[in-house]
């Protein structure tokens, strides 16, 4: 770390008074030279979604612009001031490029302080801080708190291949779908209308041919009769059943009419 330290700073006092091209050179080698401190300030947001080879560059890159941007006549430590704009490089990233849902701007801030003051007050409790912790700490509401909280997904989402909390299944398999009789449920209850008027016997003829995908003869030899009279009888009940259904419409139609006027 000294060895660093010294070097580094040895390496920008060569850089008055040296030509352009000398200058590039000495700041490439202070580059090269710190690059494990940029590595290290990438290292506390791996594990967010962000891939860890995406962080160092942009890591490498908050390096680059402390180095062109490190006034040394002011008299600080180059890493005093290379440390907090790598730093502010990376959180800059994951504020514009690494939210797989986009929370409110607010949301983003509050959460890059909360991740700031989270190891300090680790410290000083002795353990993991609440959320009412937090809210103290940084002078906020704990609702807000809650909230960025909650919005803690939105850098890397669960996958729904991931296994369930509980059972074998997956969380996508835990899922609610659509039900495939929705589509059908208004023709159901319209149907369970005109359907009371019929007899046993016809409903059982129904049920055969539309929900046991019977054939007349099959049905013919369930209820007794011949393949004939089950053809004839079919079209007899689905004649009932759109005079049935014609009339309900209709109905319907001029009750509606009646409310409009």
């Not at 612009?65 to 990233?93: C, M, N, W, Y």
Request: glycine share 8%.
């Amino acid at each position: 770390m000294e060895h660093r330290r010294e070097a580094t700073a040895r390496l920008f006092d060569e850089l008055e008074g040296a030509s352009e091209e000398e200058a590039q050179r000495i700041r490439d080698e202070i580059i090269r030279l710190n690059m494990g401190v940029a590595s290290d300030c990438a290292r506390r947001y791996r594990g967010r979604g962000v891939a860890t080879e995406d962080l160092d560059q942009v890591a490498y890159l908050g390096l680059v612009k402390a180095v062109q941007g490190f006034d040394r006549s002011r008299g600080f430590d180059f890493l005093s001031f290379a440390v907090p704009t790598i730093r502010g490089e990376v959180r800059r990233h994951f504020r514009d490029l690494g939210w797989a849902l986009r929370p409110p701007r607010s949301i983003q801030e509050l959460q890059s302080r909360m991740l700031a003051a989270e190891s300090d007050l680790t410290q000083e409790l002795g353990r993991s801080p609440r959320p009412t912790d937090l809210a103290k700490h940084l002078g906020v509401d704990l609702e807000h708190v809650l909230d960025a909280l909650g919005a803690s997904g939105c850098f890397a989402p669960a996958s729904l291949d991931i296994p369930a909390l509980e059972g074998d299944d997956s969380l996508g398999e835990r899922i609610g779908a659509v039900d495939p009789a929705f589509e059908s449920a208004e023709a159901r209850v319209t149907l369970a209308a005109v359907m009371r008027g019929l007899t046993p016997r016809e409903r059982r003829i129904l049920e055969l041919r539309f929900f046991g995908n019977r054939t007349q003869a099959e049905i013919g030899a369930d209820i007794g009769v011949t393949q004939m009279q089950v053809s004839r009888l079919l079209n007899r009940i689905l004649a009932r059943l759109r005079e049935r259904l014609l009339a309900d419409a209709e109905a319907a139609s001029g009750h509606r009419a009646s409310a409009a006027s």
